[in-house]
């Protein structure tokens, strides 16, 4: 017989074209109750009324936060509302699941950790893709030395549109990607380099090549842009063992490995025996057909009942958004390198 648990409290702020995700997810979860849902646009909250009939609709978030019983809050406004809901979430003492990115500002993201910290309350960042079985089932091969030492991990984010008009493809795209390589290689780059241009419309750049060195000498590199005529999204780790594609839109997901890799030998006579080629077969690993965003959502959950921390935490969103900030100067300045 399952283990029984009181139901954790939680309420709303956005319910956007993404937060209507969220706000479905967390509703389904069995161990949760949803007791409100804020949005400022009252029209949309009505949209929603007959399909969550337990649920209050509230325009200001004040009020839902003042509520005792509520134990988090899931924050899914336009990013530059981030920091103001967050802080106040916090103030009165609320866990909070914040869609990414957790700020557009690195001292304010700082700011809320140290809140976080203060009140002791848990900050969970929306990277999605961390809880992807995949990405999940790549970290463990990576770990048990699957692949050999990694190489470079590069990724794809591509479509033609959705184009945005307040952010460039760099913020709205790849935060993903640049989660994916933080969390496979388990450490923090040492410098960060991007292009760009803008196309479309002025001043936002509508495709930006984003580079990331690790001290190591392991490389990352991201391409991200909303006027590709192929929808990708894909990540390629490449190994001195092996290599792996994750392709997100085949069948949902794909993750295969290709026994293919480059070994170095220590004891050559020449060049030619540098390095030998490996090839074998390609494997399709079996994943579990769980959705991401609601084992993303579970996961929160977890972290709150049980006190630990989350995977995609704050200090994680605040190693991607030093990235990104560092990644968007170098894109205004022509590709200069930034050091960390």
């Not at 409290?9 to 509703?27: P, S």
């Not at 990607?177 to 803008?198: Q, T, Y």
Request: hydrophobic share 40%; glycine share 8%; proline share 3%.
């Amino acid at each position: 017989m399952s283990k029984q648990y009181k139901k954790i409290v939680v309420g709303q702020v956005g319910i956007g074209k993404w937060g209507k995700n969220l706000l479905r997810n967390f509703y389904s979860l069995p161990n949760v109750a949803v007791k409100y849902a804020c949005d400022s646009d009252s029209v949309r909250l009505n949209e929603f009324v007959r399909s969550f009939p337990e649920i209050k609709f509230v325009t200001d978030y004040e009020s839902l936060i003042q509520d005792q019983e509520l134990e988090a809050v899931i924050i899914a406004t336009p990013a530059p509302d981030h920091y103001k809901v967050a802080k106040r979430c916090l103030e009165a003492g609320k866990h909070i699941f914040v869609e990414k990115p957790i700020t557009l500002d690195v001292f304010q993201a700082e700011e809320l950790l140290a809140l976080a910290k203060s009140v002791n309350k848990k900050i969970m960042v929306g990277h999605l893709l961390l809880y992807h079985p995949a990405i999940s089932k790549l970290k463990q091969l990576i770990g048990q030395g699957e692949l050999g030492k990694i190489c470079y991990v590069y990724t794809q984010r591509l479509n033609l549109g959705r184009i945005r008009k307040t952010e460039n493809a760099l913020w709205s795209l790849a935060p993903h990607d640049i989660s994916i390589i933080l969390h496979l290689l388990d450490k923090f780059p040492k410098s960060v380099s991007a292009l760009g241009s803008s196309f479309v419309q002025k001043g936002i750049e509508d495709v930006a090549f984003l580079n990331v060195r690790f001290a190591e000498g392991e490389i990352g590199h991201v391409h991200v842009s909303w006027l590709d005529p192929t929808k990708t999204r894909r990540t390629i780790v490449v190994g001195s063992k092996k290599m792996a594609i994750f392709d997100e839109i085949s069948h949902g997901g794909t993750l295969t490995i290709i026994d293919k890799g480059v070994e170095n030998i220590s004891d050559f006579k020449n060049v030619s025996e540098l390095s030998k080629l490996r090839s074998g077969g390609d494997e399709v690993i079996k994943l579990s057909q769980d959705e991401p965003l609601s084992l993303e959502c579970q996961h929160f959950i977890d972290s709150v009942r049980e006190g630990k921390e989350p995977l995609s935490n704050g200090e994680n969103a605040l190693a991607v958004l030093k990235i990104l900030a560092a990644a968007d100067r170098s894109l205004k300045d022509g590709g200069k390198h930034e050091l960390f």
